[in-house]
């Protein structure tokens, strides 16, 4: 996962996931870096991607475009009302180039960035600790953390 990235050091991860040094070493010989992108709609999660490798401005901005948009402006469409995007600081959120693809949309969304290091008021972290508590107690039946979340996504 993007945690891998971020937890460079074992017992991170262990502290982390709530799993065994077994594990982790299992995970870490099948694993290169696994993420998840998503919009949190209420409880759902739409247009999630799991994605290999390193996240890049490119990347993002593809999923943002293509995926994301898309099911934002459908849901405008029924709604009348266009959605709040909220984003972290992470450097792949390059703020002017998203707003160039909201402008390139019938319906103008509104970007809202979080202020540094405000993980409580991100809900997608929200949405993270829940997947991770549903990864800790089916741990056993996968052997890596990409087969677990392609499972608790339902693509497997």
Known sequence: MAYYDRCKNIDLVIEAFGVSRHTV?????QLKETGNLSYKKTKNLIAPLIYNNTMTSALFET???QMLL????????QTGKPCI???DNARFHRMKRLQELINNTTYK???LPLPPYSLKLNPI???WAT???????????FDT????????????
């Open 70 to 77: 898309p099911c934002l402006n459908n849901h405008t469409k």
């Open 131 to 141: 997947i991770k508590r549903w990864l800790r107690s089916h741990l056993s039946e």
């Open 125 to 127: 972290e929200q949405t």
């Open 109 to 111: 969304h509104i970007i």
């Open 63 to 65: 999923w943002f475009e």
């Open 25 to 29: 070493f299992r995970w870490r010989r």
């Open 145 to 156: 953390i990409e087969e677990g979340l392609k499972c608790y996504f339902g693509v497997w």
């Open 85 to 87: 995007i909220i984003l």
